[in-house]
């Protein structure tokens, strides 16, 4: 990974004996792009692009190195050899708004019409936060559908598959409909709600059906899913065109080596501007990881970073140019920073990586001892784990980005039912109470089956922090305890 200081345009890999990979270069972003539905001689891309064959096939040869793309030769046809994607494509910055429209209002009616939130409504809301951050996880739960349907494929699989789903979508009251005429169609109606969250729940089956595409329809189907939300959310198609190029395995597995997940360098990713931002610079990750705790002076930054001054500086300068930083300055006092930009997930080189805990998710998803949203659920949030990957900080914009909408369609909700409100916001078997209410305190415990780390006391705070400064003005403060099952000493305590 090369330390390219910051960049909004990127993809990122998960290799399959060369770690974590980072792309941001355009061109081979491009590339990229093109490569996930059909596979590409340079000759072809250079002739699409206007671009020298030379400049495409040095391109080429760098992802090759990165292990993001494998070589295939041709001796049926007149292009020597052709290339595609042969990684795990888990985040890129090119997200598609379509993804996020209506779905977070759907999810958060749910819970209020229910009184309860579920792992579908967590899956959704979480999911929804992250591409209304302008980050695209669409490909990484394509992934993690392909890893939990591995060694299961038969030649009734995908009719057993999509009977299954057309049971729970009418369970729902929804009704599906499907073709394979052209690719992979499905289409979603519900008369009775919104169910515009419904693609971020179903991408992962999608995931799983790509992966097996060839055994079961004959043909690849490409990596890339559009989406279609219509009639007030009442209406959502999903299609998957054909893979252009049928030669090759397209079922690129979860690497099952340690050092496969490993993580050259840490980066982070903010949103600054409504997008979603890489940085890889460490002293601009550092000054923003003290923003995020509170607004500071250049001296105190420095103390804090044990950096010199003028490099910290030379970073908050470029910050403030960029937008992810505004300065303030009160009468008789020095030049403060504040954050502007909103944390979605930061990368530390992580040491445990349990591999044995991915496959044992996968064998009892198989056996039916956990259901598909429990499954997609903890097999990703193991699966980065693995990778490092730390998104606590953005689990406290998504609660904070679900209080709004509730407030949109509550505006007449008390501030008592609104705290009542963001004890219902978590899912079972983990739970939250109200300790007190003068001062705020909300408990939650998380269950000795629990699929989450503190994560849903970050969503709780964020919750209660934003609902109550709109319901009461800002300095109103709250607390959150986060506790396991059974024990007494807290994991986790959050102050407004």
Known sequence: ??????????????????????????????????????????????????????????????????????????????????????????????????????????????????????????????????????????HGLLSVGAALSRFVADDKWMDRMLSTMTEQARDNGIDLKFRTSDGLTLEFDSKEEDISDVPLVVVPMIGAIISHSKQLMDYNLAREVSLSVTENGHHVEMHVPPYEGQDYDSNIKIPRNKKAFRVSEPYSIYTVGGKATLFTNPTMMSVLDCLFISDYTLNELEEMSNLPKATIYAAISKLVNMGAVATRKETGSMMKYTLLADPIMYVTESDDRDLQKLESIVERFQKGEIDYYAAVISFAMDAIDCMGIHFDKMFSRAGKNAAISVLESNRDIKPQEFVELACSMVAVPDMARIRTYIPICLEVTLSKSTLWGSWPGYFVMGFISEGLNHLLGGGYKATVVVKHEDETTPVAILES
């Open 1 to 138: 990974m090369v330390d390219m200081g910051y960049s909004s345009e990127y993809e990122i890999y998960l290799t399959r004996s060369n770690g974590v990979q980072i792309v941001i270069n355009s061109l081979s972003l491009t590339i990229l792009r093109e490569m996930r539905r059909r596979e590409v001689s340079p000759s072809e891309i250079a002739a699409l692009l206007d671009v020298p064959k030379s400049t495409i096939q040095g391109n080429i040869g760098k992802l090759l190195r990165m292990g993001i793309v494998s070589q295939d030769v041709r001796i049926d046809d007149a292009r020597s050899a052709v290339y595609h994607i042969d990684a795990l494509l888990m985040f890129s910055s090119d997200t598609d708004v379509e993804w996020q429209l209506y779905a977070r209002s759907a999810s958060v009616n749910r819970i209020i019409k229910h009184g309860r939130c579920t792992s579908r409504e967590d899956l959704a809301l979480y999911g929804v936060s992250l591409t209304e951050s302008g980050l695209n996880v669409m």
